[in-house]
């Protein structure tokens, strides 16, 4: 009762009851705050030797007063509540509510008025202390002046700064049409410093890390992502030294790095990493293969390379929804997997291929099918989401890709001259080489960006760079001397990110299905080609063969194009598994099947030396 009537007295509504009261809790806090009283006391007293401090003291015991008066006061009204409580009868009853109603008019009447001057006096405490502070300004030297001001300044230009540099994208994503307020939770090792960035994951379990600080004068760095990339290349060269000395090609062994490190989750941050490894990998193989390429030697093979793939794609995908026909599969979807098993690996088959073989009959065309298929990748890529819609929409996408190739192609046809006297400038001096390198790398990415502009694949894009500058021959040269070593380095780090999909588990599991799959695939693919290039294309058998064989195994780039589909809803979790199974079988597989038709190779170079000779003895005749 006299608790509640004090809470009312000083005009709060009373939120507790006796039965929420801890007083142990509250002892403790009254001695802890007591020490916390006292010890600051004392520092100002030892400080107060010119008086400065006289008011702030004088306030600290007026509060050290006060606040033993409330607790006697609590402590009387506290013994007289239980004395009424343990009341026996009325008159002991009247006798406690008489001793009450004393300490009210008495001691609470007291407290009242304690606090009413208290109040009155912390009011003039802050005027004279605001009086203090102002006289202290109005006496600073004129140097500590200056360098307020200056600090004045500099943190104006600061906070300018800051405020172009940060932009609020939480409020900026609200106004965005779609979006949605995700619970997420901060997970942070103990082990981790303020430096190292935690990671944030959702309801769906995805994992996020922090890409710019709120904070733009915090340093934070990103240390598993570095450890990331310790450990791709620690085990790169442990598994291609292996390799090498079992004489295996050093494309198994960087597989078997991202095998041994992807499904063991020793990968921390798996996006970033396959994102710079595939991204620069591919970037700069495409562009190797376009410095290669020859217009007037591919030219031969244009057509066969053009219509060729079409007919290839065509058969496959008819195929595949003759096939799902058979077993109530839907159009789209046989259509899907279709497209992922006509894309052949372009990384690869540049990896078991010999630069001499590129420039024989059946390298030629068999690069031709694969830029070909780079050309075509890009529009499936496109078209992938288009058949989860309408016709309309589809067709609408093909138009819209085609013109966009032919709008990119012109681009590149004005922008090469300026590029390639750039080029040229950097060739001509030794010294030049680190510019040479960074001028090229700089070059293709620029090409990329404008691909990427124009809706094209980052794979052809890579191809057109490098095909404006195939025709410069000393260019050429240079440029592969001087960025091979950085081509051969992502090359490693983009097949080593191709064996993280790659799960041990799964091909044990399913071993049987993904071989008998995987040999289908390799005859199917293998077998149509021969079939097309000796029949259609009137090659002789040995170079059809050897094109069937070269084209036999399934496109990295099937990984995206299958996650697009399932993204899409056009493919079911156990299609794609068994496309990324099958798919990395054949890749592993591919080099194997090349070693066992390349003595045709030495077949096909004796025709065409034979033929060679006849034309330039008929050319002699005539």
């Known amino acids: 009762m006299i608790l509640v009537l004090i809470l009312q007295i000083l005009g709060q509504t009373p939120k507790w009851t006796l039965d929420s009261v801890n007083l142990d809790k509250i002892i403790n806090q009254r001695q802890h705050l007591d020490d916390l009283l006292d010890m600051r006391l004392e520092n100002l007293r030892q400080k107060n030797q010119q008086g400065n401090f006289t008011a702030m ?15 006697d006061v609590l402590s009387h009204s506290l013994h007289l509540f239980t004395q009424i409580l343990t009341a026996k009868d009325i008159e002991t009853l009247d006798q406690s509510m008489d001793k009450e109603s004393q ?4 001691q609470f009447q007291q407290l009242v008025l304690k606090a009413k001057n208290d109040k009155i006096a912390t009011g003039e405490n802050k005027k004279m202390e605001e009086k203090q502070k102002q006289k202290d300004k109005e006496d600073v030297e004129p140097i500590q002046k200056i360098v307020d001001g200056v600090m004045k300044d500099v943190a104006e230009k600061a906070d300018t700064l800051e405020t172009s540099l940060k932009d609020d994208k939480f409020k900026q994503g609200q106004k965005n049409e779609g979006t949605t307020i995700e619970t997420v939770i901060k997970v942070k090792d103990k082990e981790q410093k303020n430096t190292t960035q935690p990671v944030l994951v959702d309801s769906e379990n995805n994992q996020y890390v922090l890409s710019k600080p709120g904070d733009i004068t915090k340093y934070v760095e990103d240390s598993k992502l570095l450890n990331d990339f310790l450990l791709m290349f620690l085990f790169i060269f442990i598994s291609s030294f292996l390799a090498h000395f079992l004489r295996l090609p050093s494309f198994f062994g960087y597989l078997c790095a991202g095998i041994l490190l992807g499904p063991g989750g020793y990968i921390a941050n798996e996006i970033q990493v396959e994102t710079i490894s595939k991204g620069l990998g591919v970037i700069l193989i495409m562009f190797f293969l376009g410095l290669e390429f020859n217009l007037t030697k591919l030219y031969k093979v244009l057509g066969v390379s053009f219509f060729g793939s079409l007919v290839l794609l065509i058969i496959t995908i008819g195929s595949f929804i003759l096939l799902g026909q058979q077993y109530n599969r839907s159009f789209q979807e046989m259509t899907a997997i279709g497209s992922c098993i006509f894309l052949s690996s372009t990384a690869v088959v540049l990896h078991f291929l010999n630069p001499q073989d590129i420039e ?33 929409t589809a067709l609408a996408t093909a138009f819209d890709l085609l013109s966009g190739l032919g709008l990119f192609l012109l681009t590149c046809v004005f922008i090469r001259f ?16 680190v510019l040479l390198l960074l001028g090229s790398v700089a070059y293709c990415l620029m090409i990329v960006q404008i691909g990427a502009y124009f809706k094209q694949s980052m794979e052809l894009a890579c191809f057109v760079a490098g095909a404006l500058v195939a025709p410069r021959t000393q260019i050429v040269e240079s440029i592969v001397h001087t960025v091979t070593p950085l081509k051969e380095v992502f090359g490693a780090l983009f097949f080593a990110s191709l ?21 289908a695939v390799i005859i199917f693919k293998a077998g149509l080609c021969v079939l097309v290039m000796f029949g259609m294309f009137k090659h002789t058998l040995p170079n059809a063969i050897l094109v069937g064989v070269g084209l036999a195994q399934i496109s990295e780039f099937t990984f995206v194009l299958a ?14 598994y068994l496309l990324i199974g099958v798919t990395s079988l054949s890749m592993l597989l591919s080099p194997l099947f090349w070693s066992l038709v390349s003595p045709l190779t030495r077949v096909q170079q004796k025709r065409e030396s034979v033929d060679e000779m006849l034309l330039s003895f008929n050319e002699k005749s005539v």
């Open 418 to 433: 300026p590029c390639l006297a750039i080029l040229k400038w950097l060739t001509q001096d030794p010294k030049r080489s």
């Open 563 to 576: 996650s697009s589909a399932k993204s899409s809803n056009i493919i079911g979790r156990e299609a794609f």
């Open 57 to 71: 003291i004088e306030r600290i015991e007026q509060r050290q007063s006060r606040l033993d008066l409330l607790e």
């Open 103 to 106: 300490l009210i008019i008495d």
């Open 360 to 392: 024989k009959s059946f390298g030629r065309t068999i690069v031709g099918i694969l830029v070909t298929q780079d050309v075509l990748l890009g529009f499936l890529l496109v078209m992938m989401p288009a058949l989860a819609q309408s016709s309309e």
């Open 499 to 519: 064996g993280l999909h790659i799960y041990p588990t799964f091909l044990l599991n399913e071993g049987l299905l993904l071989l008998s799959l995987t040999f």
